[in-house]
């Protein structure tokens, strides 16, 4: 069985049409895949779900937004209570490895990471080594995919998957 582990930014496109839900519903709906969140993909998904129906509604109280964010935010839980996704719960452990990621990001590569993308990123990659396996680590969060896919840390133990176009 394949296991991938999903940032907040690639899980999205399960919950609404874009280039690239066709390939993350494929892998969360398929029987030989086992699929996992980080504990605060559960908060971020809500935010990342919200800004997709702003962008997408006319006003800022549309009814058809409201209603497009409350399906999608149904089958996330849909998901989740099905064992779909499951959560990994992130530890002390993750928050300082976090810590040490967005200081090397910041200070060393210059790039502006965001924290709950360090904490997912670390998250993956201590599940990677607990369940000793390479996981597939998915996400369309360029700042995250360009710092992991540097150190041989992530490198080792997870198979980074970009969706998105590259940026340079």
Not at 93 to 97: G, K, L, Q, S, T
């Given at each position: 069985?394949t ?7 690639a ?8 280039t690239y839900?066709?390939r ?6 398929s ?10 993909t ?5 935010g990342?779900l919200a800004k ?10 549309d009814y058809d937004?409201i209603?497009?964010?409350?399906k ?5 839980w849909k ?6 996704l499951?959560?990994?719960l992130t530890?002390n ?5 976090a810590r ?12 502006d990471l965001g924290s709950?993308?360090?904490l997912?990123?670390?998250c993956?990659?201590a599940f990677?080594l607990?369940?000793k396996?390479?996981i597939?680590f998915y996400?369309s969060?360029?700042?995250?995919y360009?710092?992991c896919?540097k ?5 080792a133990v ?6 998105g176009t590259?940026?340079?």
């Open positions: 069985m296991i991938y582990f999903f940032d907040t930014s899980l999205q496109h399960r919950y609404f049409d874009s839900s066709r993350v519903r494929r892998i969360i709906s029987s030989r895949s086992e699929c996992f969140i980080s504990d605060i559960v908060l971020e998904i809500a990342a997709i129906c702003r962008r997408n509604s006319q006003q800022i109280h937004g209603k497009h964010y409350d999608a935010d149904q089958l996330f998901d989740v209570s099905n064992e779909k499951k959560v990994q530890t452990r993750d928050v300082v490895a040490n990621l967005l200081r090397f990001a910041g200070l060393f590569k210059n790039r709950a993308d360090a997912i990123a670390v993956s990659r990677a607990e369940r396996q390479t597939i996400t969060d360029w700042k995250q360009d710092i896919r150190l041989d840390a992530f490198t997870l198979k980074l998957r970009f969706l590259p940026r340079n």
